[in-house]
Nanobody
Framework: QVQLVESGGGLVQAGGSMRLSCAAS????????MAWFRQAPGKEREFVAA????????YDTDSVEGRFTISRDNAKNTLYLQMNSLEPEDTAMYYC?????????????????????WGQGTQVTVSS
């Protein structure tokens, strides 16, 4: 099992930038697809972005396309989410998630139930 710890959240004004980090420990020798999800109060958990274990394929939802960039540093066992041009609608608890590649023959990045490991989340608040 992989343990995930998010950091980097906080308060930022609309139009600002923020970078979230997700540090992994435990079974870090495996190949994991990684993703970011977010959840605002009273709303369902929402897919934000995903990155294949090779780092070659990325996915993101329409609402963040062009503003958010997902990346990873396998040497540091860390996943990142660079967020630019933040909007109040981006306010949410942000979670990172890991899916072991060997557990599935096909990857569906936005399906939360396919990710076996989740962090505790980091709060991002964007003020007007």
């Amino acid at each position: 099992q992989v343990q995930l710890v998010e950091s980097g959240g906080g308060l930022v004004q609309a139009g600002g930038s923020m970078r979230l980090s997700c540090a992994a420990s435990g079974r870090t020798s495996g190949n994991f697809h990684m993703a970011w999800f977010r959840q605002a109060p009273g709303k369902e958990r929402e897919f934000v972005a995903a990155l294949s274990w090779t780092g070659a394929i990325t996915y993101d939802t329409d609402s963040v396309e062009g503003r958010f960039t997902i990346s990873r540093d396998n040497a540091k066992n860390t996943l990142y989410l660079q967020m630019n041009s933040l909007e109040p609608e981006d306010t949410a608890m942000y979670y990172c998630a890991a899916h072991l590649v060997s557990n599935s023959g096909r990857w569906y990045p936005s399906r939360a139930h396919l990710y076996e490991n989740w962090g505790q989340g980091t709060q991002v608040t964007v003020s007007s």
